[in-house]
């Protein structure tokens, strides 16, 4: 304040009123300016930030696995969703509850057919698709043949069923009835599941040789009649193969 030292203190006192006002006045002008630089600065990061997600966010995220997946498995039907597979109607809807045995969990792809026995010999499709829709079991397929031959679709196509153990990522499971311990399928289911595989090989761009036992993925004794007679199994798959032929 040297440059009031000439004024007499009442003078002096009121001028240095006056610059500390002055200095306020410029800190609050200052201040003013720095936050519109601020605000400004955040307003144009949030339009950049909302620019930018529709071109490298999650539209063509979620498009480009799902493409990448059916032109790896080089799929002559260029199949876009297993959910838009249409369901024949040979085949009875009885899907499985949300939320017990059945995840919802999707199936990214299919590279297998899994077939399977009940092993309770004697129950019905029926039977066996309310056991897996029963709270606390941890089991279900994606389709049920009966012993009259007829087929229930308990787990959607687009979905992982718990049958296979590390195949169910990538497979769909079919369990077939029995009427006795040898695991032998009637004559009725054992057409079934043959029209049931061409169908799916067909739908999903595999073949005969997509087909697998539960018993190839854990060497559990699955399906068993199909395990014991391998020759059973070989002529399944050839009928599969004509099935698939005749188109
Ligand atoms: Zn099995």
Redesign the pocket.
């Known amino acids: 304040m040297e440059r009031y030292r000439y004024l007499d203190p009442e003078q002096r006192r009121r001028m240095m009123q006056r610059e500390r006002r002055r200095r306020r006045r410029v800190f609050l002008v200052s201040l003013g300016a720095g936050l519109a630089v601020a605000l400004g600065a955040l307003a144009w990061l949030a339009q950049g930030g909302a620019g930018l997600a529709p071109q490298g966010g999650p539209p063509e995220g979620q498009v480009f696995p799902l493409g990448a997946a059916s032109q790896r498995e080089g799929e002559p039907g260029g199949e876009t969703s297993l959910s838009a597979i249409e369901i024949p109607s040979w085949v009875e809807e009885a899907l499985l509850d949300l939320g017990g045995s059945r995840t919802g969990e999707k199936l990214e792809e299919v590279n297998a057919i899994a077939v399977?026995?009940v092993g309770n010999p004697g129950t019905s499709a029926a039977g066996n698709r309310n056991y897996f829709n029963t709270p606390g079991v941890e089991v279900n397929a994606h389709f049920v043949i009966g012993l009259e031959g007829e087929i229930l679709q308990c787990v959607p196509l687009d979905e992982k069923s718990a049958?296979?153990n590390e195949r169910n990522r990538d497979t769909i499971s079919i369990e077939v009835c029995h009427p006795d311990e040898t695991g032998e399928f009637t004559s009725a289911s054992y057409e079934s599941l043959v029209k049931l595989c061409a169908w799916l090989c067909r739908q999903l761009g595999l073949d005969e040789g997509d087909l697998i036992r539960?018993y190839d993925v854990t060497g559990?004794e699955?399906?068993l009649y199909f395990v014991q007679h391998e020759d059973a199994w070989e002529r399944f798959k050839a009928d599969v193969g004509a099935a698939l032929a005749q188109g």
């Open positions: 399977h026995y049958a296979t539960h559990k699955c399906p």
